[in-house]
């Protein structure tokens, strides 16, 4: 591109000379500003580029970050599916055990071993092994299929100090922390990241001075919007705004508030807490 428009520069110029007899320095000024326009709106695209790679960039590692603890917990879900079938097959291999003695000391036919698990599951209620599954369910944090109240899930946050400036994608992390039943809400992130499966209820709200777009999200899907236009020709220049959303989130997906579309600003303080994010479990997930 930038040889073509050399090209096309030196074309018009010769042909100038040769209609006008321009001065040499008319000419060389205006090969200079030329090439220097040209090298100018060069730079500007390649910056566009970068930026946008960049943002890319960025939002893969977030994506990558969200894909390892999602798999960091099935992994664990895993394993401790496998303690259940190793113990599971223990059980079995006990009763096997047990139906061999029976038969040689009653130097009886062979009992059909899939009859005879089977009338012990009907007959025999495993204390041992109820008590293992439960362990197992609450170490997972999965809510029984009857459970009689809901998990003390909730937290509620404000943010300490003003953030201006702030980038399209950046998280607003609100670092004062007033509640977090559960330990779901992380003020260094400003994620909230779901310790069981279900309905949340989650609500946001904010002050800036400039023209900020807002955002909740899960696991970087958008949910609901916020938008703040200050006043203007007013002494009044400040505006706040947020929004709310009652949404199903599974365990170990993260929720946050974050910056988006253009640079902007959050403003708040220890005095003044204008901008707060805060949710709380409706409802659990109901494993059948």
């Known amino acids: 591109m930038l040889v073509k428009s050399l090209a096309v520069l030196c074309v018009i110029t010769m042909s100038l000379g040769a209609s006008v007899k321009s001065d040499i320095s008319e000419i060389e000024a205006l090969i200079t500003k030329k090439v220097t326009d040209i090298l100018k ?12 790679i960049l943002k890319e960039i960025k939002a893969l590692k977030e994506l990558n970050t969200r894909m390892e603890e999602r798999i960091e917990f099935l992994e664990q879900e895993n394993a401790d599916m496998d303690l259940i079938i190793c113990f599971l097959n223990n059980q079995t291999n006990g009763l096997l055990e047990k139906l061999t003695d029976d038969n040689k000391a009653r ?16 007959d025999i209620k495993n204390e041992d092994f109820v008590n293992y599954h439960n ?5 997972r944090q999965i809510v029984p299929t009857q459970a009689a109240t809901i998990p003390n899930i909730a937290f509620s946050a404000y943010l300490s100090s003003t953030n201006s400036h702030m980038s399209p994608g950046q998280a607003i992390k ?3 922390v007033h509640l977090n039943d559960g330990a779901g809400y992380n003020s260094y ?36 919007d916020a938008v703040t236009n200050p006043h203007v020709n007013t002494q009044d220049r400040e505006n706040m705004s947020g929004n709310s959303a009652i949404i199903h989130v599974g365990v170990g997906q993260s929720v946050l508030v974050e910056v988006y579309d253009v640079s902007g600003e959050v403003a708040s303080s220890d005095k003044y807490r204008l901008s707060t994010f805060c949710g709380t479990l409706l409802y659990p997930e109901i494993h059948h």
């Not at 130097?107 to 009907?122: A, G, R, T, V």
Request: proline share 3%; glycine share 4%; with cysteine.
């Open 135 to 139: 362990t197992m369910r609450r170490k």
């Open 41 to 52: 709106e060069e730079r500007s695209k390649e910056s566009e580029r970068t930026e946008t």
């Open 174 to 176: 609100y670092d004062r």
């Open 189 to 224: 992130t400003g994620a909230f990241t779901a310790p069981i499966s279900g309905t949340y209820l989650f609500m946001f709200q904010f002050d800036s001075r400039v023209h900020t777009f807002v955002r909740l999200n899960v696991d970087g899907r958008n949910v609901v």
């Open 107 to 122: 130097n009886d036919s062979l009992i059909n071993p899939i009859e005879f698990l089977y009338q012990k599951c009907k």
